[in-house]
Nanobody
Framework: QVQLVESGGGLVQPGGSLGLSCAAS????????MAWFRQAPGNQRELVAR???????NVADSVKGRFTISRDNAKNTVYLQMNSLKPEDTAVYYC??????????WGQGTQVTVSS
């Protein structure tokens, strides 16, 4: 079992920045990939960015150049730095971890609202 606890999020004006953190606990050595997803009202949950154990990252085209994902293995934490935020980035952001046995775990979600 893996537990994920997110922090960060909140209200920010367009063009502003925000950082999210996700701390993993439990069977952390089984984690292969950690990622951030988001879900806006009426939309499906979508992948924002992911980072693998070897540090390889993938970022969705919609946030490329604005969002950065990073991982601190010593702290078992993954971060999402969000810059140049737009109203369309408004969503609930979820942390995700996929383990070697192909199980997926989710955090509770944190609201990000971009509005003036």
């Amino acid at each position: 079992q893996v537990q994920l606890v997110e922090s960060g999020g909140g209200l920010v004006q367009p063009g502003g920045s925000l950082g999210l953190s996700c701390a993993a606990s439990g069977n952390i050595f089984s984690i292969l990939v950690m990622a951030w997803f988001r879900q806006a009202p009426g939309n499906q949950r979508e992948l924002v960015a992911r980072v693998s154990n070897n540090g390889n990252t993938n970022v969705a085209d919609s946030v490329k150049g604005r969002f950065t994902i990073s991982r601190d293995n010593a702290k078992n934490t993954v971060y999402l730095q969000m810059n140049s935020l737009k109203p369309e980035d408004t969503a609930v952001y979820y942390c995700n971890a996929v383990t070697r046995d192909a199980n997926a775990y989710w955090g509770q979600g944190t609201q990000v609202t971009v509005s003036s």
